[in-house]
């Protein structure tokens, strides 16, 4: 009977390619929860300052002689900021995803160039 040979296993290749998978993930969940902190300082900042308008509002700090349209003119400025925040929100977020599948995209390729190498 012949004995079976198995390939050699460059177990050192194998942890190093093992490291760097698991310094991109961390790399790509920093950049994600650097990402939510930003927007939850940039949303945090907006509630304060809705929360400062209105607080004057209930504290009696209304114009008497402010017309109705003026009031109107406040609120559509509010919401044209709300919807300002909310964009740049979303624009944050989107580019931290981009940045982070790139990340683990290109970790991905070298992993298959990586393991062609040690499968030669």
């Given amino acids: 009977m012949k004995p079976v040979t198995l390939p050699k296993l460059d177990v050192d290749a194998i ?25 939850v300082k940039a949303q945090y900042g907006f509630v304060t300052d809705c929360m400062d308008q209105m ?27 709300y919807v300002s925040v909310t964009q740049s929100q979303m624009d944050l977020g989107m580019k931290a995803q981009a940045e982070a599948m790139d990340m683990i995209t ?15």
Avoid: C, H, I, W
């Avoid at 609120?75 to 044209?80: E, F, I, S």
């Avoid at 290109?106 to 030669?120: G, H, S, T």
């Fill in 15 to 39: 942890f190093a390619m093992q490291k760097a998978n698991m310094d991109t993930l961390v790399k790509a969940e920093s950049v994600l929860l650097d990402a939510a902190q930003a927007a």
């Fill in 55 to 81: 607080q004057g509002v209930m504290s009696g700090k209304l114009d008497a002689e402010k017309k109705p349209q003026a009031y109107v003119a406040d609120v559509k400025a509010a919401a044209d900021k």
């Fill in 106 to 120: 290109k970790r991905v390729q070298q992993n298959v160039d990586e393991l062609q190498k040690l499968a030669a």
